[in-house]
């Protein structure tokens, strides 16, 4: 079993900051790649930002965001000036190799709120 457990999210003005972290746990061999996904209020859930070998970002966010690894198992996501458009739940996903499924897996999801 894996677990992606996320934290970090809150409500904040615009302009401000905020920093995700996503933790993997389990019966993980090895991760090729973990990453921030979002999905806004009737909207669909959008790629922001992966880290494998290279970083992706989505263009709304490039500059702004920041994906990093703090460990194999670990990735966090600091975000810079925020704006009320990045309102949303934010995923973190991760393609595992595991004992006993491989491929990708979800956190549960946090609320980032960016409202004055």
């Known amino acids: 079993q894996v677990q992606l457990v996320e934290s970090g999210g809150g409500l904040v003005q615009p302009g401000g900051s905020l920093r995700l972290s996503c933790a993997a746990s389990g019966s993980i061999f090895s991760i090729n790649g973990m990453g921030w996904y979002r999905q806004g209020p009737g909207k669909q859930r959008e790629l922001v930002a992966m880290?494998?070998?290279?970083t992706t970002y989505a263009d709304s966010v490039k500059g702004r965001f920041t994906i990093s690894r703090a460990n194999t198992n670990t990735v966090n996501l600091q975000m810079n000036n925020l704006k009320p458009e990045d309102t949303a739940v934010y995923y973190c996903?991760?393609?595992?190799?595991?004992?006993?499924?491989?491929?990708?897996?979800w956190g549960q999801g946090t609320q980032v709120t960016v409202s004055s």
């Open positions: 996903n991760a393609d595992v190799t595991s004992t006993t499924r491989s491929g990708a897996f």
């Open positions: 880290i494998t070998q290279t």
